[in-house]
Protein backbone atom coordinates (compact mmCIF):
# COMPACT_ATOMS: atom_id res chain seq x y z
CA UNK A 1 0.00 0.00 0.00
CA UNK A 2 1.21 3.06 -1.04
CA UNK A 3 1.20 6.19 1.84
CA UNK A 4 -0.53 8.91 -0.03
CA UNK A 5 0.33 12.85 0.33
CA UNK A 6 -1.09 15.52 0.08
CA UNK A 7 0.03 16.21 -3.36
CA UNK A 8 -2.26 12.99 -3.87
CA UNK A 9 -5.17 15.01 -3.65
CA UNK A 10 -5.41 16.43 -6.81
CA UNK A 11 -5.48 12.79 -8.47
CA UNK A 12 -8.64 12.67 -7.10
CA UNK A 13 -10.29 15.34 -9.20
CA UNK A 14 -8.85 13.72 -13.23
CA UNK A 15 -11.17 12.86 -14.40
CA UNK A 16 -11.95 10.29 -16.39
CA UNK A 17 -10.57 7.56 -14.06
CA UNK A 18 -11.31 4.23 -14.12
CA UNK A 19 -13.18 2.36 -10.56
CA UNK A 20 -10.31 0.44 -10.25
CA UNK A 21 -7.46 3.48 -10.20
CA UNK A 22 -10.06 5.16 -8.22
CA UNK A 23 -10.23 2.37 -5.58
CA UNK A 24 -6.49 2.61 -5.49
CA UNK A 25 -6.50 6.33 -4.60
CA UNK A 26 -9.26 6.45 -2.22
CA UNK A 27 -7.53 3.09 -0.28
CA UNK A 28 -4.38 4.57 0.26
CA UNK A 29 -6.00 7.92 1.60
CA UNK A 30 -8.24 6.39 3.84
CA UNK A 31 -4.67 3.33 5.00
CA UNK A 32 -2.64 6.76 5.38
CA UNK A 33 -5.40 8.39 7.82
CA UNK A 34 -5.20 8.58 11.85
CA UNK A 35 -9.18 8.97 11.20
CA UNK A 36 -12.30 8.69 8.63
CA UNK A 37 -15.76 8.66 8.20
CA UNK A 38 -17.86 9.02 4.93
CA UNK A 39 -21.32 10.38 4.05
CA UNK A 40 -23.65 9.35 1.82
CA UNK A 41 -25.16 12.58 0.56
CA UNK A 42 -27.05 11.36 -2.86
CA UNK A 43 -28.06 7.68 -3.39
CA UNK A 44 -30.81 7.61 -6.30
CA UNK A 45 -31.99 3.77 -7.24
CA UNK A 46 -33.58 5.45 -10.26
CA UNK A 47 -30.30 6.17 -12.15
CA UNK A 48 -27.67 4.49 -10.26
CA UNK A 49 -26.27 7.97 -9.15
CA UNK A 50 -24.17 8.40 -5.78
CA UNK A 51 -22.47 11.08 -3.89
CA UNK A 52 -20.40 9.92 -0.95
CA UNK A 53 -18.32 12.65 1.47
CA UNK A 54 -15.40 11.31 2.80
CA UNK A 55 -13.75 13.48 5.92
CA UNK A 56 -11.05 12.58 7.63
CA UNK A 57 -6.75 13.15 9.37
CA UNK A 58 -4.16 12.50 7.38
CA UNK A 59 -1.13 11.16 9.17
CA UNK A 60 0.99 13.57 9.74
CA UNK A 61 3.69 10.96 10.69
CA UNK A 62 2.87 8.87 8.16
CA UNK A 63 3.31 12.13 5.16
CA UNK A 64 6.53 13.32 6.88
CA UNK A 65 4.39 16.66 7.33
CA UNK A 66 6.17 19.68 9.49
CA UNK A 67 6.99 23.42 9.07
CA UNK A 68 8.75 22.44 5.88
CA UNK A 69 7.28 19.17 4.83
CA UNK A 70 9.09 18.90 1.37
CA UNK A 71 6.10 18.56 -1.01
CA UNK A 72 5.46 22.33 -1.45
CA UNK A 73 2.58 22.11 0.59
CA UNK A 74 1.58 25.21 1.75
CA UNK A 75 -1.89 24.97 3.09
CA UNK A 76 -3.73 26.40 -0.05
CA UNK A 77 -5.53 23.88 -3.32
Known amino acids: MAKF ?6 SLEKCPTS ?3 MQVCISNLVFSSVNTKAKVEICNP ?3 E ?3 VLQGTLDQ ?3 NFGGNNGFGYNGNF
Open 5 to 10: TFNDFR
Open 19 to 21: PSN
Open 46 to 48: ETG
Open 50 to 52: YRI
Open 61 to 63: DNT
